[in-house]
């Protein structure tokens, strides 16, 4: 499986971004699709995930109310939609599939998915 992001960019605080993953695999249908950030200095956390047919999202905290994750099953692609984002968000965002949770799972531990995709960069300025 190959997970391939994009839509990373600077924006100024306040400000939206759009981050697509793409998968490479015919049964994207049956993932669990998570997105990951990473700060410089800071470890790796979730940020939000998605159940195969889109019903069950998690989200951060931190992220609650201002980001929203979804899929597109017929593109392999899932979204991450940040909007009003804050210095604080600056971070490698990284889209993560899990090949073994069952349907309305959405985990938001990182042991659980199995691929990983190489990361965006996402910089907000203030």
């Known amino acids: 499986v190959q997970l391939q992001a994009s839509g990373g960019g600077l924006v100024q605080a306040g400000g939206s971004l759009r981050l697509s993953c793409e998968a490479s695999?015919?049964?994207?249908?049956?993932?669990?699709m998570g997105w990951f950030r990473q700060a410089p200095g800071k470890e790796r956390e979730f940020v939000t995930s998605i159940s195969w047919g889109g019903t069950v999202r998690n989200y951060a905290d931190s992220v609650r109310g201002r980001f929203t994750t979804s899929r597109d099953n017929a593109k392999n692609t899932v979204y991450l939609q940040m909007n009003s984002l804050k210095p604080e968000d600056t971070a490698v965002y990284y889209c993560?599939?899990?090949?073994?949770?069952?349907?309305?799972?959405?985990?938001?531990?990182?042991?659980?998915?199995?691929?990983w995709g190489q990361g965006t960069l996402v910089t907000v300025s203030s």
């Open positions: 695999i015919p049964t994207f249908s049956r993932l669990v």
């Open positions: 993560a599939a899990d090949a073994n949770s069952v349907a309305g799972a959405s985990p938001t531990r990182a042991d659980y998915y199995d691929y």
